[in-house]
């Protein structure tokens, strides 16, 4: 089983349209979550971070983290063609020896179309 | 505020040679890391740095090794490189292990 491993892509939207990003994860003792987009030949940008189960909002963008189920996911509300890109789940690892580690999954392309 | 710089941005190297990338952050973080990045694999972790003066291995450490010069300068060697290490490098920090983490800009770096 992949450390962190998000829902498989690319996933296509309309303009206007909510997009739905998941992400699981192995280790039970992670602590912190992390969404971050990347635009082609670009390098990752944070978007959200996320330390308590529940819901974070911020602007279009809503994290939810259920620590019990071992899920975090990403909704982008009123999607626009410049939220097309590469999205990444991050999760800080604490178990044994991954400690400290940042590990990040292998990304789900999102695309909106006018 | 530069935030992380990586240099060089663009390299080729041919198998056997070895070089250095080169990582910088202004912003005063403890934790620092290379990452490498392949189509569909996402960003997988090579070395880490939890704080100065301590290094670990991530998931892809083989053919690498790492420096923490100081708090500000993590450095990625590799000492003769192979076709297989062709891939774009990111380095990253964060103020601490649990938080957000800063990426440079990459080096794509090519192997013949």
């Known amino acids: 089983q992949k450390e962190v491993e998000q829902n498989s892509g690319p996933l296509s939207v309309p303009e206007g349209a909510i997009a739905s990003l998941n992400c699981t994860y192995s280790d039970r003792g992670s602590q912190s979550f992390f969404w971050y987009r990347q635009y082609s030949g670009k390098s990752p940008e944070l978007i959200m971070f996320?330390?308590?189960?529940g819901d974070k909002e911020d602007g279009r963008f809503t994290a939810q983290l259920n620590k019990a189920s071992q899920y975090v996911s990403l909704l982008i509300r009123d999607s626009q063609p410049s939220d097309s890109a590469t999205y990444l789940c991050?999760?800080?690892?604490?178990?044994?020896?991954?400690?400290?580690?940042?590990?990040f999954g292998q990304g789900t392309i999102l695309t909106v179309h006018p | 505020n530069a935030g992380v710089t990586q240099t060089p941005k663009f390299q080729v190297l041919k198998t056997g040679q070895s070089m250095t990338l080169q990582c910088a952050q202004d912003m005063n973080h403890n934790s620092m890391y290379w990452y490498r990045q392949d189509p569909g694999m996402g960003l997988r972790l090579i070395y880490y740095?939890?704080?100065?003066?301590?290094?670990d291995k991530g998931e892809v450490p083989n053919g690498y090794n790492v420096s923490r010069l100081n708090k500000r300068e993590f450095s990625l060697r590799l000492e003769s490189a192979a076709p297989s290490q062709t891939s774009v490098y990111f380095c990253?920090?964060?103020?601490?292990?649990?938080?957000?983490?800063?990426f440079g800009q990459g080096t794509r770096l090519t192997v013949v």
């Open positions: 990253a920090s964060s103020l601490h292990q649990n938080t957000e983490a800063f």
């Open positions: 996320i330390y308590s189960n």
């Open positions: 991050a999760v800080n690892m604490r178990g044994g020896t991954s400690y400290g580690k940042l590990t």
């Open positions: 740095s939890a704080s100065e003066g301590t290094t």
